[in-house]
């Protein structure tokens, strides 16, 4: 089991900035990657950015240049730094794990996706 905890939404005016943090706790060694997902109202969730625990970084285009995804050290922390934020930024951000188990020695693997409860993001024009 992993448990995500986030920080750090809040309202902005466009243009403005703001950062995201998400601890992991539980079975962080399982973790293989981290990213964030947003929703906006009446839309379906959708990737904003990932990163693995190699350091490979994915991002969705509308952010690229904007956003950045981070790691800490320690591996259990993911952070999301949005720079020039717009007002269609504006949405409630998930953190999300996913990890992956070997079970067995003919090397099946377990793979479950976890997630956090969310934080708002509002950025006014």
């Known amino acids: 089991q992993v448990q995500l905890v986030e920080s750090g939404g809040g309202l902005v005016q466009a243009g403005g900035s703001l950062r995201l943090s998400c601890i992991a706790s539980g079975r962080i060694s399982n973790i293989n990657a981290m990213g964030w997902y947003r929703q906006a109202p009446g839309k379906l969730r959708e990737l904003v950015a990932s990163?693995?625990?190699?350091?490979?970084?994915n991002y969705e285009d509308s952010v690229k240049g904007r956003f950045t995804i981070s790691r800490g050290y320690a591996g259990n922390t993911v952070y999301l730094q949005m720079n020039n934020l717009k007002p269609d930024d504006t949405a409630d951000y998930y953190c999300h794990a996913h990890t992956r188990v070997v079970v067995n020695v003919e090397g099946a693997v377990a793979e479950r996706d976890y997630w956090g409860q969310g934080t708002q993001v509002t950025v006014s024009s």
């Open positions: 990163i693995t625990s190699g350091g490979t970084t």
